[in-house]
């Protein structure tokens, strides 16, 4: 790696000139290479203009998250305490891998019992392509978007994948 | 290549669409959900003398089943989707792309030929997506907060 200031030729992956103390690790960052990658790597997870959150609290019943999903044409509910702090993820996967053919009485369940604890999120000023990480390695269909640590929105990978055929169509 | 480019002239095989999975017509919801729930899919379909007359997913399930209070025994041709839009292996990704995002789905039956060969899902096309820009999507910065709190070996 030649150091852009002073020339010396240091060590591949070195972080730091040998000979002047130059920071070298700018030199490795990726650059974008089209208007789809700049979006990407520049804008925040709040160009998405992601949708307010439909929260509930832990206790409420499986039955009322289900009327309240179908009402709301959503897929995920956010399950948050008395203070708004995030507890959990409330999805149509917790319907089908916890609760369908396993339990008979909706109304007798609560959605504490069967929500996905703690999950993954981001925060509004993340970079589009941290959200896509996240989506693509976590294999999640929604993020809680997080501002200040409370939940100020949801992104889906449907907002994600609309955003980027949407530059491309430009 | 650009991905607007890419969108239009790759095809939807490239994407390697997962096998369907699927169930007759006379079987049952709650056989349904046992073999998504056992093969880790959001979505089934569902065949009727080897044609495809329907898909079932998750949505389905909670709108059709749960939340009208239905039993798991009834059998799957009442509460599926019938006539599913499909695309064909051939077609190009974008216009997999457009056909989801107008008719809001997550999956789309890959048919060629009349024969179900996969289903293609909006996760599978984004995880494309993750894969065209490796350097961005997969080079995120050092988490600072990261400390090994215990000697490695101690």
């Known amino acids: 790696m030649i150091c852009p200031t002073c020339g010396w030729d240091n060590l591949p992956g070195s972080e730091e000139c040998g000979h002047c103390q130059q920071d070298l690790t700018p030199l490795d960052r990726p650059l974008p290479q089209d208007r789809v990658e700049r979006s990407l790597m520049e804008d925040p997870v709040s160009a998405l203009g992601p949708k307010p959150p439909v929260t509930i609290a832990a206790d409420t019943t499986v039955a009322e998250a289900v009327q309240t999903m179908l009402a709301r044409h959503i897929g995920a509910l956010l399950v948050v305490d008395s203070c708004g702090g995030l507890l959990g993820i409330f999805s149509e996967r917790d319907l089908l891998t916890k609760v369908a053919g396993l339990h008979e009485d909706l109304a007798g369940l609560t959605v504490g019992d069967f929500m996905t604890r703690a999950p993954d999120s981001v925060a509004d000023d993340d970079t589009l392509a941290f959200a896509l990480h996240k989506m693509d390695g976590g294999g999640y269909r929604h993020l809680p978007v997080l501002s200040n640590g409370q939940p100020s929105g949801v992104i889906s990978v449907r907002d994600l994948l609309q955003h980027i055929t949407r530059l491309c169509q430009e | ?154």
Do not use: W
Not at chain 2, 76 to 95: E, F, L, N, Q, Y
Not at chain 2, 102 to 115: A, N, Q, S, T, W
């Open chain 2, 1 to 154: 290549m650009d991905l607007a480019r890419i969108l239009k002239v790759e095809s939807v095989s490239r994407l390697q669409p997962t096998p369907p999975r699927m169930v007759q017509a006379s079987q049952a919801v709650g056989d349904a959900v046992a073999l998504m729930r056992q093969q880790e899919v959001g979505c089934v379909l569902v065949c009727q003398e080897n044609t495809v007359v329907g898909i079932f997913t998750e949505r389905d399930l909670l709108r059709r089943i749960l939340a009208l209070g239905k039993p798991l025994t009834l059998p799957i041709v009442h509460c599926m989707t019938p006539r599913p839009v499909a695309v064909h292996p051939k077609d190009s990704i974008g216009s997999a792309v457009r056909l989801m995002e107008e008719g809001g789905y997550r999956h789309l039956p890959v048919m060629d030929g009349g024969k179900p060969v996969g289903i293609l899902s909006v996760k599978r096309i984004v995880h494309y997506l993750a894969e065209h820009f490796p350097s961005t999507v997969y080079n995120l910065p050092p988490d600072p907060s990261a400390v090994q709190h215990e000697r490695e070996g101690a």
